[in-house]
């Protein structure tokens, strides 16, 4: 089965620093991967995604990821953090099981905090 | 566009009644995902819709959560009865199909709470 796994709850950083919020996947198949953003009291919202072709896919707000395949990570970095960057982050891969679906399983999610 | 509409934002009920979620998707969009959020299980797949027939209800916890959608615009979650482990907040989210496939718009949720 695929999934992802967001191995740190919280990241903290100062406003300027750069900040990497680490997911790493697995997954039978080409991985569809995706990174969405919660803000306190909304809906996630869409930041990302790589399906194929350049390892930097850069999104919104200022965010990029590096897909690296032999290490099978998607980390989600931006070069200078912003204190309304703080909110819950999501790491996200396709779900594929005998076929491609339009399903999301999504890791359990980042909690950044940037520091004025 | 006013994006994937929900409601209640919030709801309070008791332990045995009824609760009912409703939901409208971006008008366009093909599917349509019932995803459910707490603190100790994380952000879970309910359901989700394709041209508003179910696809895959795996997720769903029990013969107590029902999910319909009737047209194109509106589905509703039902959980009957509601018991206080069903406390969470709900989200609904809308994606189109083909190269946007995946890319889901997400409801600001109704926080369900029950006593």
């Known amino acids: 089965a695929q999934s992802v796994a967001q191995p740190e709850d919280q990241v903290n950083v100062a406003e300027g620093n750069p900040l990497t919020v680490k997911c790493t996947y697995s997954v039978s198949g080409n991985p569809y991967l995706f990174w969405y953003v919660q803000y306190p009291n909304r809906g996630l919202q869409f930041l990302l995604k790589?399906?194929?072709?350049?390892?930097l896919v850069k999104g919104s707000y200022g965010f990029e990821a590096e897909f690296n395949k032999s290490q099978t990570s998607f980390h989600l970095k931006k070069p200078s953090a912003l204190v309304s960057d703080s909110a819950l982050y999501f790491c996200a891969v396709r779900d594929y099981y005998g076929g491609a679906t339009n399903k999301l399983i999504f890791g359990t999610g980042t909690l950044l905090a940037v520091q004025p | 566009d006013a994006g994937v509409i929900q409601s209640p934002r919030h709801e309070v009920t008791e332990m045995g009644q009824e609760v009912t979620l409703r939901c409208k998707p971006i008008?366009?969009?093909?599917?349509l995902f019932w995803y459910r959020q707490t603190m100790m299980r994380g952000l879970e797949l309910l359901i989700y819709?394709?041209?508003?027939?179910?696809?895959?209800d795996s997720g769903m916890p029990e013969d107590r959560f029902s999910a319909k959608m009737p047209n194109a615009s509106f589905s509703n979650l039902k959980i009957q009865p509601s018991e206080p482990r069903d406390s969470a907040v709900y989200f609904c989210?809308?994606?189109?199909?083909?190269?946007?496939?995946?890319?889901?718009?997400f409801g600001a949720g109704s926080r369900l709470t029950v006593l």
């Open positions: 790589y399906i194929t072709g350049d390892n």
């Open positions: 008008s366009g969009h093909d599917y």
């Open positions: 989210a809308s994606s189109p199909s083909g190269s946007g496939a995946n890319v889901l718009t």
């Open positions: 819709f394709n041209n508003n027939v179910p696809i895959d």
